[in-house]
């Protein structure tokens, strides 16, 4: 029986290699690469042509959100199943409107990230059973985080912004023009009624998007 072929991407390279230990325990999948972020894996991906990419969501650079976007644009067929350590709900619907089949947290036990990648392997959606909790219940509660206010490209810049890079900076990696980077940041103030970035950073901390480490 063919393997299952996958690709791993998140810019710790411990977390990678624990990924990497646990998968290879499973005789019917194989790691055939692994990218330290969304840049590296576009590049790879048409290299190695996964059967399943396994994507963390918070990496510095443009992030997996936008790796995901544009994964998605070149190869519509694309199977990703996103990771993250943080919990918000902002992360996961964000992920699966990008193009993502699947959402699980890092803290999940590891037969359930196996159960993930064989449904997304199959085309079919998987989403943690808490996050799929929380945003039930936020539908039915009417009870949203401000930063839904935001449009994906919205969003994306915001992420950045929290972790305290520059306009040239975000300007770089999302290949956005600084005039547009600006407007995208006068309409998150205007949206979320802050009045800088650190204001930014305390949002997106307190709603558990990035750590005190920025991670």
Known sequence: MA??????????????????????????????????SGEEALQLYDAHRPDVVVMDIAMSGMGGIEAIKRMVAKDPGARILSLSAHEDTSY??????????????????PEVLIDAIRLVSQKKRFIDPVIAQRMAMQDLDGDQSPIEKLSPREFEVFMQLARGQSVAQISETLKLSASTVGTHLYKIKQKLELANQSEMTLLAMRHGLIHSDMS
Do not use: C, I, N
Not at 92 to 109: I, P
């Open 92 to 109: 996961s619907k964000r992920a699966l409107q990008a193009g993502a089949l699947g959402y699980l947290s890092k803290r999940t036990a």
């Open 3 to 36: 393997k299952l072929k996958l690709m791993l991407v998140d810019d710790h390279a411990v977390v990678r290699g624990g990924f990497k230990v646990l998968l290879q325990t499973w005789d019917d999948v194989e790691v055939v690469a692994e990218a330290s």
